[in-house]
């Protein structure tokens, strides 16, 4: 009886440890971005820093760059990407039908949209909370001197919900002004229409540099009423496809952490001898072949993006238009909140 059940005991051993080292089993999602020879990635409409595109039609921003590093991951070249600019009301349906791949559209995780709505969100790519803007002239310092005032709000967001919360709990009787589309929200406010414009406050930055007049007459109050973690959406029932966006933006930050940047991402495949480094960059083991993917993933994505510093700093950071602070999307290690699982 003792030598049966060792017997057993050994052969589940046996094939656990063919499956830990077993490659990924593509996805449909996978087969179907390698067959059409692009991904399909959901983007707002613009909104300057997260997905803008130019007179050219060239897309840019923060939530760009997620899906030019796993087209890059996927299929090695960033450019092969079908953008798909949708509304706050149409990117949920235009995910769970299959027009698109991924939603990458500075979209809050919640708890409902998480368990029902048929999809899984992978990684925060930028933490945020819900803020307001107002006239310099109005003299309003506070969001809680915004009693019985009106507010120029989009409809089918959270930001929607957290007003209404927002004046319940602190008894302002605010009048929300609600909008479909972000651009007729915005327009009201600078047209006066609203005393308030409230969104993201990344969303707050990005609407005053590009649509005032002259930002300097719009000051963002200080308080933040909401968190608001921002991030890429995938389908559910396709494990695979969702473990691979995970990890290439866990290896965004990883490869921050590490020092391995768009620039000096070869010298790094050449001759570091850190063992993260190494596993990263596929030198000493292939982390790419459990996810489906090619042992060079992390130095194609690189190559094409460099890593998450360089993301943020390139679409929103300090030195450009919007201006905002790395602050709670700095490195675990640096004060902030963006950590990436081990790569082992």
């Not at 290896?251 to 590490?258: I, M, N, Q, V």
């Amino acid at each position: 009886m003792k030598r049966n059940l060792l017997r057993v005991v050994l052969a589940a051993a046996a094939v656990a440890g063919t499956l830990a080292a077993a490659p990924a089993q593509a996805g449909k999602t996978l087969d179907a971005i390698r067959q059409r020879g692009h991904l399909i990635c959901g983007v707002n409409t613009g909104l300057a820093g997260f997905s803008q595109a130019d007179s050219q039609g060239n897309w840019s921003g923060l939530d760009v760059d997620i899906c030019r590093a796993v087209a890059a991951a996927i299929l090695g070249d960033g450019n092969k990407v079908k953008w798909v600019p949708l509304t706050a009301q149409a990117r949920f349906t235009a995910l769970q039908s299959g027009e698109i791949d991924i939603l990458s559209r500075n979209t809050t995780w919640t708890l409902t949209r998480d368990a029902s709505l048929g999809l899984h969100f992978t990684a925060v790519t930028y933490y945020d909370g819900q803020g307001f803007m107002v006239p310099v002239k109005s003299k309003i310092k506070s969001a809680k001197q915004l009693k019985g005032a009106t507010v120029c709000v989009q409809s089918g967001t959270t930001t929607e919900k957290n007003l209404t919360d927002f004046s319940r709990a602190n008894n302002l009787n605010i009048k929300p002004v609600v909008f479909e589309k972000m651009e007729a929200a915005t327009g009201a406010y600078f047209a006066g229409r609203c005393i308030a414009y409230t969104t993201d406050a990344s969303g707050l930055a990005s609407v005053r540099n590009k649509e005032a007049k002259n930002p300097q007459e719009h000051v963002i109050l200080p308080e933040l009423i909401s968190k608001e973690p921002l991030g890429p959406a995938v389908r559910r029932g396709d494990d695979e496809f969702f473990a691979i966006v995970k990890w290439v933006i866990f290896g965004l930050l990883e490869a921050e952490e590490y020092g391995v940047t768009q620039a000096n991402v070869d010298q790094m495949l050449a001759e570091s001898q850190d063992p993260v480094v190494q596993r990263l960059l596929g030198k000493s083991e292939d982390m790419g072949k459990l996810l489906g993917l090619e042992r060079d993933w992390m130095v194609r994505v690189l190559k094409t993006v460099g890593n998450y510093g360089e993301i943020f700093e390139r679409n929103v950071g300090p030195k450009t238009a919007l201006a905002l602070p790395r602050g709670l999307n700095n490195l675990w290690n640096k004060g902030g909140l963006m950590y990436a699982p081990p790569f082992r």
